[in-house]
Each structure stands twice: as structure tokens, then as C-alpha cells.
């Protein structure tokens, strides 16, 4: 059991799923035909749940609504997941920007499949309990513009989280999910000037609003004319009763959702068709293409037939000087072979080519494949993340003794683990060990004590195999580079770091990721 406990703590490291601060705004246009719309890649915390077992998890609020708390009974039973969610200090989603009418809750599984299970109503206390077929996902909460909406936005207002202490047959993984880009979900002030912060309009009727002008910039009016009429009319119908009605949400709320499935359909369908419009399109100038060709090849055909009527008129004319003709002929044996060798060094010229462009590629995917390894290899140990000038290590101010560079037993086999990587690594790369500290303390002594725990990394991973020419330097920047508030507690131990910088790096000579 105190195994299986220390595998559930470890478990507790939430990811900060990648998000946008819904407060800004973006110009957009609409996609054109045939475009592909890519979506975001995110992470996410995922839960297996055991069946027949119940689980409580905590939700936490993110950055843009730290106060949002919630927490979630867990039950799977007969092929379904039940979840019972409370949750806490939602606030009105137009404070997040004028565009997002509601939030939504997503179950996130392992496949990255995001299923909109449920809108959660926006008041202080929120208390809902909804299914879900899967049993191994994930939970957020993101503010949408929309209740109809298929893929998360980047606006993520809370994640789940396992308790500590958490008992029982549980399982924690992380994940990938596709969530949406933003391309048609985002618009400025500037370009839709209707869409400013609007507290009187229920926000049922709001989103309904929202639906219709998504369609619209996907271009529906000319790629799904019919789906995106169904969706105005039922909106016309709506704007023409809430008014009267606006006392009774009741009256008007189910046209309003009918509104918001019509024009996520009209949506749909026209991102499909516009994409299918340009596949026609390439498809079409291909056809051309070939055409032309064959129209070039026929007058080039019928140019060497006149050519050879004229070499043979020629021919008959030099019979009458045997030697004019000789001497013709020699010129235009030897021409031909020029071209002949020519032709032949052309496309053993190509051939060449080819075959370097090949081997580049190959080299390039092979290198993105090592680094891709090592990066994941590290990551395992301790928090690695990337940046322009390479793969940053992180080794927190726990891994040492309290003001002291002497580092702690896990800290030594965190370092063994990651010099056994290195060792494994089959290519070239350089190293750079940057100690830091936090603002307490006099510069000196600050500085003194980065290059010193630097030193003691350094000196480690020497000791433990790396060779003294992949680590090209060890320095202390003292507390010139924080990369948290120094006024905080939190902040000042972020700050109180030494990074490893792995950059330069390459795959050995013939290796490759098959």
C-alpha cells in the first residue's frame, strides 16, 4: 500500500495545459477553399478509473480564474463513468472576453478524443451529474462561445487533479488532446463591433448569436447555403421571443440550443466542402496541366517530323557532292553523340541530386527522432522543457542542502539517471550548467552560491561518466535571472534553481530512429 501511495503522489504534477488569455483578440479571415485547419496540441492530466470503485478528484482553477475549485465523485459502473461535479466561483464568462457565452466541461481520453459532456451553469455554486462511456480521461473546463462546440478553445479556466492520498486501483497518465486553434472561434472588437460586452442579453441567446457568426465566417453562405438558412430562420424566430419571454428562459431556451446545433452543423459542413472545393480545384488545374502537356508533346511531334523531312530533302540534295555529304555526316554523328552524353550526364546529374536531397531529409527526420528521445528520456527525471537554444534541464532548490551547493541524495540520482542518458545518447551535444538563487541575500553571497551548486552539478555528472568536453561551462547568475516574483515565497523557491542547457545536438554518423 505505501508503494502504491508513493505512485499516486508522484502522479500529482499537473500539467499547465496550453491556453490563450481569452481577454485578447485576434483578426481573422475566413479559410479558403481546400485549407487544412490544424488543431492545437495540449496536454492533459488523465485518470483510469477501476470499475465498480468510486474516486474524488479536486479541480483546480488555472490562470485566467484561480478561485474556481470544484471537485468530482467518480463511479464506473456497467460500461458508463459517472461523475457528480461541484464546482465553485464560476464567473460570468464575459468577463473572459466579450466572445464566450458559457463553459463547457470536456472529458479528455488517452486517444486525445475530446467529448463535450456537459454546459455548466454560470453561478457561484455549480452542481451537476453527468455520464461519459470512457473510463480513462481526463476533466477541464473551458469557456466556449457556444454550447454546440466540438473541439476545446484555448480557454482553460480549470483541470482535475488527484487527491493526496488517494487510494485504491488508480492509474495517472498524461496525455495529447487536439483542441481548437482559435481560427474561427476568435474575432476583434474591430471587426464585429456587435460583439461587446453585453450583460442584458441572456447569455443562451448570446450564444445562439455566436453560433450563426462562426458559420458565417467559415463561409456557410457559399458552402453549406442551405444548413446556414435553417440556422438564421430558427435565429430570427428567436430574437423575435426572448424579449417577451425573457422572465421565462424556459420558453426560449431550447430554440435557442436548437440555433446553436444548426450553426456548429453549418460550420462543419462548410469547413468539410471548402476543403473538398480545393481538393476539386487542384484536382482540376492537375487535369489542365496534363493537357497542355499533351498539346506541347503533339506540336513537338509534329516539328520533328518536319524536321526529318527536311533532313532528308537535305540528304538528297547532298548525294549530288559525295564529299559535302561525308563531311555532313561526321558533323551530325558527332553531334549526336554530344547530345547523347550530355543527355546522359543530365540525368546522372538528377539521379545524384535525388538521392542527396533523399539522404538530407532522411538525416533531418533522423536528428528531429534522437532529439525527440532525448527529450522524453529526460523529462522523465526532472522538468525538462525546450527553448531556442536548446533543452533546459531544471533542478530544483530541493535538490540541494538549505543554502549549501552540496546536493541531496535524490538529487545525485536524479544526476545518475540523466549522465546514464547522456552516456546512451549515440550523437554530439554541449552542455552548460547555470546556477541561480532568489533576491535574499547580499549579490555576493548570491552569486558565490549559484556558481557553486553549478560546480557541484557539474563536477557530479563528470564523476558519474560525462566527459569533461560535452560540458563547456558552469556559471552562477546569482538572482540577475528569475524566472518567478522574488515578493513571494512560491516564487522566490522557482527562482532558487540550477539549469542544464543541452544544446548543439546531433545524431551520430548512420544513426537512425528505425
Given amino acids: 500500500m505505501d508503494a502504491r501511495k508513493a505512485f499516486i503522489s508522484s502522479a500529482l504534477a499537473v500539467l499547465i495545459l496550453a491556453g490563450a488569455s481569452a481577454a485578447q483578440t485576434v483578426e481573422v479571415t475566413p479559410i479558403r477553399p481546400g485549407a487544412q485547419v490544424i488543431a492545437a496540441k495540449r ?30 465523485d467518480v463511479k464506473r459502473k456497467e460500461g ?13 464568462p464575459q468577463s473572459l472576453g466579450a466572445y464566450y457565452t458559457t463553459y463547457i466541461l470536456w472529458a479528455i481520453a488517452p486517444e486525445g478524443q475530446a467529448d463535450n459532456i456537459a454546459e455548466l451553469p454560470v453561478r457561484n455554486e455549480t452542481d451537476i451529474e453527468v455520464t461519459t462511456s470512457f473510463q480513462t480521461f481526463g476533466l477541464i473546463i473551458t469557456a466556449e462561445p457556444h454550447s454546440a462546440v466540438k473541439l476545446p478553445s484555448p480557454v482553460i479556466v480549470a483541470e482535475n487533479i488527484l487527491r493526496k492520498g488517494t487510494e485504491g486501483d488508480i492509474e495517472s497518465s498524461r496525455i495529447e488532446y487536439s483542441g481548437d486553434p482559435g481560427t474561427l472561434y476568435v474575432v476583434s472588437t474591430t471587426a464585429a463591433p456587435s460583439l461587446d460586452a453585453d450583460y442584458n442579453t441572456p ?10 457568426e462562426i458559420a458565417r ?11 446556414l438558412r435553417q440556422a438564421e430562420i430558427k435565429l430570427a424566430a428567436l430574437e423575435q421571443t426572448w424579449p417577451r419571454d425573457r422572465k421565462d428562459p424556459e420558453r426560449f431556451s431550447g430554440l435557442a440550443r436548437d440555433v446553436m446545433r444548426l450553426g456548429e452543423n453549418a460550420r462543419t459542413l462548410a469547413v468539410e466542402r471548402a476543403i473538398q472545393a480545393g481538393l476539386e480545384t487542384e484536382r482540376r488545374i492537375a487535369s489542365q496541366t496534363i493537357s497542355q502537356a499533351v498539346s506541347e508533346a503533339d506540336r513537338a511531334r509534329v ?59 532522411q538525416a533531418k527526420r533522423d536528428k528531429e527522432a534522437a ?23 531544471n533542478l530544483s532548490d530541493v535538490l540541494f542542502d538549505f543554502n549549501k551547493a552540496t546536493l541531496t541524495p535524490g538529487a545525485r540520482e536524479k544526476l545518475s539517471k540523466l549522465a546514464g542518458i547522456l552516456l546512451a545518447y549515440p ?10 538563487t532568489d533576491s535574499v541575500g547580499s549579490d555576493e553571497y548570491n552569486m558565490k552560491l549559484s556558481l557553486d551548486r553549478a560546480e557541484s552539478v557539474r563536477y557530479y555528472l563528470l564523476q558519474s561518466g560525462v566527459t569533461a ?42 544513426a537512425t530512429n528505425r
Avoid at 203 to 212: D, S, T
Avoid at 479 to 506: F, K, L, M
Wanted: proline share 2%; aromatic share 4%.
Fill in 203 to 212: 447569455l443562451v441567446v448570446l450564444g445562439a448569436r455566436r453560433a450563426v
Fill in 469 to 510: 568536453d560535452r560540458i563547456v561551462a558552469a556559471r552562477g547568475f546569482g538572482e540577475i535571472r528569475p524566472v518567478a516574483t522574488n515578493d513571494t515565497a512560491e516564487g522566490r523557491q522557482s527562482n532558487r534553481r540550477v539549469e542544464i542547457v543541452i544544446s548543439d545536438i546531433d545524431t551520430a554518423p548512420g
Fill in 371 to 393: 532529439q525527440q528521445r532525448l527529450f522524453v528520456s529526460l523529462s522523465e527525471i526532472l522538468e525538462t522543457r525546450r527553448e531556442a537554444r536548446g533543452l533546459i534541464v
Fill in 303 to 361: 516539328d520533328a517530323e518536319r524536321a526529318r523531312q527536311e533532313a532528308a530533302e537535305y540528304r538528297d540534295a547532298m548525294t549530288r557532292a559525295e564529299r559535302e555529304a561525308a563531311l555532313a555526316r561526321q558533323r551530325v554523328e558527332q553531334a549526336q553523340s554530344e547530345a547523347d552524353r550530355a543527355k546522359a550526364n543530365e540525368e546522372l546529374a538528377r539521379a545524384e541530386a535525388e538521392r542527396a536531397r533523399i539522404e538530407a531529409e
Fill in 80 to 92: 458508463r463513468t459517472r461523475i457528480n461535479l461541484k464546482m465553485r466561483n464560476l464567473v460570468h
Fill in 427 to 436: 550523437g554530439s551535444y554541449r552542455m552548460e550548467i547555470e546556477g541561480h
Fill in 217 to 227: 465566417r467559415a463561409e456557410a453562405d457559399r458552402y453549406a447555403e442551405a444548413e
Fill in 43 to 72: 496536454m492533459a492530466l488523465a485518470v483510469r478509473y477501476p470499475e465498480n470503485d468510486g474516486t474524488e478528484i479536486d479541480l483546480i482553477g488555472t490562470a485566467l480564474i484561480p478561485r474556481v475549485s470544484g471537485k468530482a
